[in-house]
């Protein structure tokens, strides 16, 4: 079992629309959780961090956390094709590492 | 957020030679840093963690003795590839996590190494 995974998509979603990106973590002892998002060629931005079960809100972007089901969620709301990129879910592990699911493929289509 | 600077971001040597790739957090000071490896389509592999004024810590399967890593001070770590070969084009991507404050970690503009 992967320590975080993600469904690799790509999940094409149309302009304006909800996109829900999904993840499972395997370490109970994980405490932080992050969503960043990737451009084809570039490195990895920041785009929301969460600590606490529930949701947090960023502008468009809500982190979710479900810390018994182990689960942590992006949803991404009034879609642009901006957002059209790679999203990378992380996992703060209780070793003091951050871990990287394999990321989820977005398009949004217009 | 919290920058970070990588340098080169483009390099292309021979094969044989040694490159040397260097990452400054430029607004905050970074006790710990990681060097990771991406290729195509692929997500990122974390290849060492970096902590100021010690030894690297690397993963299973990066060898260290061709991966030379160097956290000098607390906003400063450089990554040296040693006797590149082809099979170590790829693109390479720091990040650090501030001495104090959120976990997060911010990243570098990443260094796309070619070797001939």
């Known amino acids: 079992q992967k320590e975080v995974e993600q469904n690799s998509g790509p999940l094409s979603v149309p302009e304006g629309a909800i996109a829900s990106l999904n993840c499972t973590y395997s370490?109970?002892?994980?405490?932080?959780f992050f969503w960043y998002r990737q451009y084809s060629g570039k490195s990895p931005e920041l785009i929301m961090s969460?600590?606490?079960?529930g949701d947090k809100e960023d502008g468009r972007f809500t982190a979710q956390l479900n810390k018994a089901s182990q689960y942590v969620s992006l949803l991404i709301r009034d879609s642009q094709p901006s957002d059209s990129a790679t999203y990378l879910c992380?996992?703060?592990?209780?070793?003091?590492?951050?871990?990287f699911g394999s990321g989820t493929r977005l398009s949004i289509r217009p | 957020g919290a920058v970070v600077s990588q340098h080169p971001s483009r390099v292309i040597c021979k094969s044989g030679t040694s490159v040397k790739i260097e990452c400054r957090s430029l607004?905050?000071?970074?006790?710990?840093m990681f060097w990771y490896r991406q290729f195509p389509k692929q997500s990122l592999m974390l290849m060492a963690t970096?902590?100021?004024?010690?030894?690297?810590?690397?993963e299973q399967g990066v060898e260290k003795d061709k991966f030379l890593i160097n956290h000098a001070s607390l906003t400063l770590s450089t990554l040296t590839v040693t006797s590149a070969h082809p099979e170590d084009s790829s693109f390479y991507i720091c990040?650090?996590?501030?001495?104090?404050?959120?976990?997060?970690?911010?990243f570098g503009e990443g260094s796309r190494l070619t070797v001939l």
């Open positions: 990040s650090a996590r501030a001495a104090s404050g959120p976990e997060e970690l911010f």
């Open positions: 370490d109970r002892g994980s405490q932080s």
């Open positions: 969460i600590y606490s079960n």
């Open positions: 992380a996992v703060g592990s209780s070793a003091s590492k951050i871990i």
């Open positions: 607004d905050f000071q970074a006790t710990t």
């Open positions: 970096s902590n100021e004024g010690s030894k690297a810590t690397y």
